[in-house]
């Protein structure tokens, strides 16, 4: 069965760096999006950033030059590089995997797929 697993978070203070990582297994196609979310307490889920199988990126407002979302498809791997982290970006993140669409269309409507990960908690303290 698909599964997807996340490492990689952690506790840092405001202005530090985590990098997160995503392994896939099993994940029938060979052609796919992959996007990091996150949500906060009492806040709905967000879409983060997004990676097709072209290597085309598209990031939330709130991240763009901070984030970096990469991947290694020999791999089956899925990365997001965060960097001068604040209080804010405190959440649990979650990968996602899902049909190949533009990662455009992710950051605004979404991610079609049933897969996701367990989620790792980030959390930044000032």
């Known amino acids: 069965r698909v599964q997807l697993v996340e490492s990689g978070g952690g506790s840092v203070q405001s202005g530090g760096s985590l990098r997160l990582s995503c392994t896939t297994h099993?994940?029938?196609?060979?052609?796919?999006?992959m996007a990091w979310f996150r949500q906060a307490p009492g806040k709905e889920r967000e879409a983060v950033a997004a990676i097709d199988s072209d290597g085309a990126t598209s990031y939330a407002d709130f991240v763009k030059g901070r984030f970096t979302i990469s991947r290694d498809n020999a791999q089956n791997s899925l990365y997001l590089q965060m960097s001068s982290l604040q209080p804010e970006d405190s959440a649990i993140y979650s990968c996602a995997i899902g049909t190949n669409q533009k990662p455009h269309v992710v950051l605004t409507t979404g991610l079609r797929t049933d897969y996701w990960g367990q989620g790792t908690q980030v959390s930044v303290s000032s």
């Open positions: 099993e994940y029938p196609y060979n052609t796919y999006t």
